[in-house]
T-cell receptor, first 109, second 117 residues
Framework: RKEVEQDPGPFNVPEGATVAFNCTYSNSASQSFFWYRQDCRKEPKLLMSVYSSGNEDGRFTAQLNRASQYISLLIRDSKLSDSATYLC??????????FGAGTILRVKS | GAVVSQHPSWVICKSGTSVKIECRSLDFQATTMFWYRQFPKQSLMLMATSNEGSKATYEQGVEKDKFLINHASLTLSTLTVTSAHPEDSSFYICSGGQGAADPYEQYFGPGTRLTVT
């Protein structure tokens, strides 16, 4: 079983739609959680950290359920520029990050 | 702030040659640097972690004699792919961390695309 699992997609949505991505992690001792965004042939960029209480940054909302070892990302009012691969990332051992394979989002006009 | 550069951004080499990739933190001191590899349609896989002035710690399955890592200063780490083969063709990305100051935040370089013919 992979340490971090994501639905690879692709999710094809129209502009303005709301889309949700899910992620599960296997190590219950994981301490920190993140969503990164990666554009084609580029490095990953931090989108937001994920906290147990849930957190929001503009159109983006992240949730963490430690009991279920489940992380989610909700994007409201999708823009064309949101098209990218979204990576679920977990800190499991010391300062190491473990990346999921990513979920592809394609927003179409 | 927190900018990391990599050089070269892409390289094509012949099988059997060695390739060196440089990773520099431009505006912060990276006490720890991480090297990742990403094959098409796959996730980033951590290859090794290096702390300035110490030997790198390699992940299971990564050959330390093939992927030589040097972290001689707080702003520079290098990865040398020795005797490269076509299966080493990949996207290599480094990241820098500030260690205890913020143990989980990493700043990624733009990546180096290696093609071995």
């Amino acid at each position: 079983r992979k340490e971090v699992e994501q639905d690879p997609g692709p999710f094809n949505v129209p502009e303005g739609a709301t889309v949700a991505f899910n992620c599960t992690y296997s190590n219950s001792a994981s301490q920190s959680f993140f969503w990164y965004r990666q554009d084609c042939r580029k490095e990953p960029k931090l989108l937001m950290s994920v906290y147990s209480s849930g957190n929001e940054d503009g159109r983006f909302t992240a949730q963490l359920n430690r009991a279920s070892q489940y992380i989610s990302l909700l994007i409201r009012d999708s823009k064309l520029s949101d098209s990218a691969t979204y990576l679920c990332v977990v800190n499991t051992y010391g300062n190491k990050l473990v990346f999921g394979a990513g979920t592809i989002l394609r927003v179409k006009s | 702030g927190a900018v990391v550069s990599q050089h070269p951004s892409w390289v094509i080499c012949k099988s059997g040659t060695s390739v060196k990739i440089e990773c520099r933190s431009l505006d912060f001191q990276a006490t720890t640097m991480f090297w990742y590899r990403q094959f098409p349609k796959q996730s980033l896989m951590l290859m090794a972690t290096s702390n300035e002035g110490s030997k790198a710690t390699y992940e299971q399955g990564v050959e330390k004699d093939k992927f030589l890592i040097n972290h001689a200063s707080l702003t520079l780490s290098t990865l040398t792919v020795t005797s490269a083969h076509p299966e080493d063709s990949s996207f290599y990305i480094c990241s820098g961390g500030q260690g205890a100051a913020d143990p989980y935040e990493q700043y990624f370089g733009p990546g180096t695309r290696l093609t071995v013919t």
